[in-house]
């Protein structure tokens, strides 16, 4: 790209810096991981980012090969941006930088910070990847205030989709802010069971598997999570 700036180093990551270091463009990215989506549907989940910039950084990656636009499905005049297959190259890296990320994130971020329903999509996946997959065939539903999608786990492999489970063999059901919260480690389930914030259904069995595929096992000491505890009277408004 002429003029663009680079490090001008002969580097894979100074390369791959050149690319996708710039300010909101891994935000970007992160927003399409979850899938296809309208410029102004982008726009409205990246807060602080203006439209011109946007315009600017879609157009840089769509010239690197890392997305691509698309017309709407059913809607011809429409146009959509999604991950080309140098794009989701980028899934891994990118959950396990989240993954790392999650380490600095404090209850201060919380209360101050903007959080996306869906952004619990890519928390889930950055919370199973690289760990050992239950040895069963079950699904687990996540109803993070108006998204809902799932783990599905069978033949040694977990997947994470959107929408709900067929026969989930669990359902937690909560509000953005608490979901990210339990995966940032700065609130437990059981904590957030005992707010009334989360509320879990299904059979403990499943529970205990899916929260040690999470990541998410109390410290020793703490109460376990248990499906249907009567802290949790309703769902998070």
Request: glycine letters at 12%.
């Amino acid at each position: 790209m002429k003029g663009k700036r680079n490090y001008g180093q002969f580097c894979g990551l100074a390369a791959g810096l050149d690319v996708v270091g710039e300010r909101w463009t891994l935000l970007i990215v992160r927003e399409l991981l979850i899938g296809p989506a309208r410029f102004n549907e982008i726009l409205g989940n990246l807060p602080g980012l203006g439209p011109n910039l946007l315009t600017e950084r879609l157009r840089a990656l769509d010239e690197r090969g890392v997305l691509e636009s698309a017309a709407v499905p059913g809607d011809g005049r429409g146009r959509q941006y999604r991950l080309t297959p140098r794009g989701e190259q980028l899934r891994e890296p990118m959950l396990m930088l989240a993954r790392w990320g999650m380490a600095f994130l404090c209850e201060a971020d919380a209360t101050t910070g903007v959080v996306r329903p869906a952004w619990g999509i890519l928390a889930v996946q950055a919370m199973i990847h690289g760990r050992p997959v239950p040895a069963v065939e079950e699904s687990y539903e996540f109803r993070v205030a108006d998204e809902t999608f799932h783990i599905e786990v069978a033949d040694g492999r977990a997947v994470t989709r959107r929408g709900p489970a067929a026969e989930p063999a669990l359902v937690a059901t909560t509000d953005a802010e608490t979901f990210v919260s339990i995966g940032a480690d700065t609130r437990t389930p059981f904590e957030a069971l005992l707010s009334g914030r989360l509320r879990i259904e299904g059979d403990p069995q499943a529970v205990r598997r899916c929260v040690e595929f999470m990541g998410l096992l109390d410290a020793p000491g703490r109460p376990p999570v248990v499906p249907g505890a009567s802290a949790a009277t309703a769902p998070p408004g």
